[in-house]
C-alpha cells in the first residue's frame, strides 16, 4: 500500500498558510460587532384563566358525607345532558328503595348525591334569577357546539331566550324532599366563568381576571341549595366512595 508521508518541511509550510488563513476569518472583537435590536415582545391577552381560589370548608364537606344514611349513591356528570339525566337517576333509586313492594327500607334511608364535575355541567347548579340574568341556555349550546360535545344539547337549555333553569324544580325538590346531596368542582367552575366572561363581555373589550374572579364569586352566591363547592370534582368521587356512597356516571 501506497506510503502516506509528509515531511517536516511541507508539514511546515503548511501549517504556516493554515495559521495565516485563519488570522484573516477570525471574528472580530464583540466591541466592533454593532449589538443587535431586542426583538418587540410577542403581544399576548391577559391571563384570565386558571382556577379561582376559595375557601373550602372540608368539616361541611365531611359532615355531608357522614350523615347518617344506611344507602349511599353518588351520580358523577361530565356534561350538562349527564348532569339532567343525574337527577333522574337520583329520583329512580330514591323511589326503589323507599317503595314498600321494592327495598321498602324506608324514608329517609337513602342519601342519593351527585358531583358535577366537568365543564359545563357546573350550570345545573345555578338557580333561576342569575338564568334569567345571563343568556346561560345560549351559552351552553355555544359551548357544545365548539368543544363538540358528543351528547345532544338539552332542549330546554338550548331554547332562546331561557330565563330559568330547566332542571331547577326537580334539583330542589331532591334536596327539600329527600336530603340529596350536590358538589360542583371548582376547577370547572372556574374555567366556565372564564368562558362565559368572554361570551358576555361587549364585543370589543378585554375580559380582566378581576371579572372572571367576580363572575365566579357570583354563580357561587346564586347555587340551588344543597350545593357544595369542592377543590376537584374528581377527589370529591373519590371521597364520597371511601364514604362507602357506590358511584354511578351518568
Not at 26 to 46: G, H, L, W
Not at 70 to 83: E, M, N, T
Not at 133 to 159: C, F, H, M, Q, R
Not at 183 to 189: D, E, G, Q, W
Request: proline share 8%; charged share 15%; glycine share 6%.
Amino acid at each position: 500500500m501506497e506510503r502516506f508521508d509528509v515531511s517536516r518541511r511541507a508539514f511546515v509550510a503548511g501549517a504556516t498558510v493554515f495559521a495565516a488563513a485563519g488570522a484573516t476569518t477570525r471574528a472580530a472583537p464583540a466591541a466592533d460587532v454593532p449589538a443587535a435590536a431586542p426583538s418587540p415582545a410577542a403581544s399576548s391577552a391577559p391571563d384570565v384563566g386558571g382556577v379561582v381560589p376559595f375557601t373550602f370548608d372540608v368539616a361541611a364537606f365531611s359532615a355531608v358525607l357522614n350523615r347518617p344514611y344506611p344507602h349511599r349513591q353518588l351520580v358523577s356528570a361530565k356534561s350538562f345532558a349527564d348532569a339532567s339525566d343525574a337527577l333522574a337517576f337520583m329520583q329512580n333509586s330514591l323511589n326503589a328503595y323507599s317503595d314498600p313492594i321494592g327495598f321498602n327500607a324506608g324514608p329517609q334511608s337513602f342519601h342519593a348525591a351527585a358531583v358535577l364535575y366537568h365543564g359545563p355541567s357546573v350550570l345545573l347548579a345555578l338557580d333561576d334569577p342569575l338564568w334569567a340574568k345571563y343568556p346561560i341556555g345560549a351559552l351552553l349550546a355555544k359551548w357544545n357546539a365548539e368543544s363538540g360535545t358528543a351528547k345532544p344539547v338539552d332542549a330546554k337549555a338550548a331554547e332562546k331566550p331561557v330565563t330559568a333553569n330547566p332542571h331547577g324544580a326537580a334539583y330542589r325538590d331532591l334536596v327539600a324532599k329527600h336530603g340529596a346531596s350536590f358538589f360542583v368542582c371548582n376547577n370547572a367552575l372556574s374555567g366556565v366563568a372564564a368562558y362565559a366572561a368572554k361570551q358576555f363581555a361587549p364585543a370589543g373589550t378585554t375580559v380582566t381576571r378581576d371579572q372572571v374572579v367576580a363572575l365566579h364569586a357570583e354563580m357561587v352566591a346564586h347555587f340551588l341549595p344543597g350545593t357544595l363547592l369542592v377543590p376537584a370534582g374528581v377527589a370529591a368521587i373519590n371521597a364520597a366512595q371511601e364514604a362507602k356512597f357506590t358511584l354511578l356516571v351518568a
